[in-house]
């Protein structure tokens, strides 16, 4: 149990009990609310999809209808299909657009009509969690006929042009480069849209907007170079912001097999309203460990922030955290791409084994995660020579350590959004030092009792300090207060807080009572 860095077991395990103590109110809180896009996409899944002419989804305008008839603590899959009943509808589409349009009215089902509404929201929501099922079964299939990457960590490249036309050809060809993994990273900005657009885009900023066409269209690319390549390239979006329970649900209906996922980015980073963020966490993770999706957690942003050595055990209360949340909404740990990132001033001195202590203690407190490994952003400066080895030597203590997913780092980072060279480049980079080390991290173990070990030791202990002090007041104080990466989000505020509602004693959620069965 104590592997390389000599842990003590019984301070790991108190180090997870305490993650427990600290998250199960914000558990308690996700199980007692709900959102609009908790219930936009339960509507998704129930058949709704499309956009009026002024590029509002229907799924939008039907649970805003709901909303201003009978609110949303109730749920929207009773009053929807109340309402479908006694317009004779079988078409939930078809009924948003007569909701748009102002001819229907929703009422809160009573007795008999309750019932039926209930049992009709369930068959419909089933079949699009079947739908899902059956792109998780797809997924098996293919990895078993093209196989997996033969190395470890998988190789993980962003491609973000704007234009999905455009990112399809770049990440085939990152594909034949090397690239495991490809990221669509997602249009600056989308995160705040409380809508997910509709169809292809071909004008995001900075990325490419994250919509189900996009998707399909990209999945099915890649499959064209799965086949080519003789092994299963994987597809990677963003389910986090405003939307992230339809994001997670889409992603779902068209097999993308890793999603941006965390806990607490969008409360952080885009200040977003925790109580909406936590609610819609757990929803989209329900999602994913049904659909097989492996999630990708964002510690590795706090310490864009923060200083990344005084600051270290934050992340790893973080990856405690996210453990935790993880679990408690169905993922297993082979889902869990905890994030954590190469982020100390290469002018710190023993910069190097600090890194390394740092992966190594990731690694071993969770040995069966896929860990995503990030590279060095914050402290490049242009020089791209310079850059190049710093992500050389990212490179290095990845294979050293054994990540899981290595992001492929770039020397014009900070400077450009990078050419299809520099991914060429960047990929020569990663080819050379996974082939060049291969199984060293077979070889590498710490000096017992030494600079690394120590490190480790203290960053771990600082962890079980700071979820002793969490547990003592609250995650939600802890965030107030500026506790990870210093940005400080007061529970009461926050993007989004308006769209948040507690269950009324009547709320039915369909979505929810099938996720949290076993699959039959």
Known sequence: ???????????????????????????????????????????????????DPDGIPWVNRLVDAVVADVGLGHGVAAPVFDALVREQLDDVTLLAQKAAAGSVRFTLPA???????????????AAGVRRVDRRRAERDRLVKRYGDPKQRPWIYLIVATGDIYEDIPQAQAAARAGA??????????????????????????????????????????????????????????????????????????????????????????????????????????????????????????YLTTADAVDEAHTVTVSQLLNEFFAHEAGLADTQLGLGHAFEINPEVPESFRLELAHALLARELFPDAPLKWMPPTKHMTGDVFRGNLLDGFFNLVGTMTGQGILLVGMMTEAVVTPWLSDRDIALQNVRYVLGAAGGLHED???????????????????????????????LLTAIAEGTF??????????????GVARHEADYYNPATEILEQQPS
Do not use: W
Request: charged letters at 25%; one cysteine or more.
């Open 180 to 301: 495991d993994v490809i990221a669509v990273i997602r249009s600056t900005g989308q995160s705040l849209l409380d809508y997910v657009p509709e169809g292809a885009t071909r004008e995001g900023f900075a990325g490419t907007y994250a919509t189900q066409e996009n998707f399909r269209l990209m999945r099915a690319a890649l499959d064209e170079t799965s086949k080519e390549l003789g092994r299963y390239v994987r597809l990677t979006n963003y389910a986090s912001g405003l939307c992230m329970p339809e994001m997670a649900t889409l992603a779902g209906l068209e097999r993308l097999d890793m999603m941006l996922n965390d806990s607490m980015y969008g409360i952080l980073f885009r200040d977003i309203n925790p109580v909406r963020t936590f609610v819609d966490q757990r929803f989209s993770r329900q999602v994913h460990a049904r659909a097989g999706i492996i999630i990708n957690t964002g510690e590795d942003n």
């Open 485 to 498: 990466g210093i940005m400080k989000r007061p529970a009461d505020r926050g993007k989004g807080l308006s």
């Open 444 to 474: 590498f173990v710490p000096a017992p009792g030494g600079f690394i070990q120590q490190r480790a030791h203290r960053v771990l202990g600082e962890a079980v300090d700071l979820l002793e002090r969490i547990g003592d007041q609250s």
């Open 1 to 51: 149990m104590s592997g390389k860095l000599d842990l003590d077991p019984v301070l790991v395990a108190r180090a997870r009990e305490l993650a427990r103590r600290a998250g199960q109110p914000v558990v308690e809180l996700a199980r007692t609310h709900t959102t609009v896009s908790v219930e936009r996409a339960v509507l998704r899944l129930a058949g709704v999809a499309g956009a």
């Open 111 to 125: 007795g008999r009509a309750a019932t039926v509404a209930r049992r009709a929201a369930r068959r419909a929501v």
